[in-house]
Each structure stands twice: as structure tokens, then as C-alpha cells.
């Protein structure tokens, strides 16, 4: 690893509230459009994805939204 980010992906400027999601939801837009991939491709789909693969592997919910970003409790499987 080696790497001292605390995020997955490095970059990514927060926003006026301190949130990074939209700086690389713009970033993922533009890759994914240079790529082919129509509107129906997301960035929110990704992360839905990854919540649903953690809950399916038997990841706490609690580590399950501190890798996602999300709010405790109860946010990352309940929605």
C-alpha cells in the first residue's frame, strides 16, 4: 500500500459542506462519457454496488458506511 490518502481515490476537493462525492461524481462523468457510456451509467450506481456487495459479504454496517462516506447509523443497508 504505501500510500498515507485516507481515500480510496486520491483528489477529489470537497465542497462548500466538506464533501468529496461531488468533485469525483463530475470526474467519473466525464471518464465514463470519453468511454461510450450513456446517462444511465452513474456515479451514485458505483456505490450502490459496493454497499451491496459489502452487506452480502457479512460487513458490519458500521464499517460499511465509514468506507462508503455515509452517515451512522443505519443509512448504508437501510437505503
Given at each position: 500500500m504505501g500510500n498515507t490518502e485516507e481515500y480510496l481515490f486520491?483528489?477529489?476537493?470537497k465542497n462548500q459542506y466538506g464533501i468529496r462525492s461531488?468533485?469525483?461524481?463530475?470526474?467519473?462523468?466525464?471518464i465514463k462519457t470519453k468511454l461510450?457510456?450513456?446517462r444511465e451509467y452513474v456515479f451514485h450506481s458505483i456505490r450502490?454496488?459496493?454497499a451491496t456487495k459489502l452487506e452480502q459479504a457479512g460487513f458490519q454496517e458500521n464499517i460499511a458506511a465509514d468506507i462508503l462516506g455515509h452517515e451512522k447509523p443505519n443509512i448504508t443497508y437501510g437505503l
Open positions: 486520491s483528489g477529489g476537493a461531488d468533485t469525483l461524481s463530475k470526474k467519473f462523468g466525464r461510450g457510456f450513456g450502490k454496488t459496493v
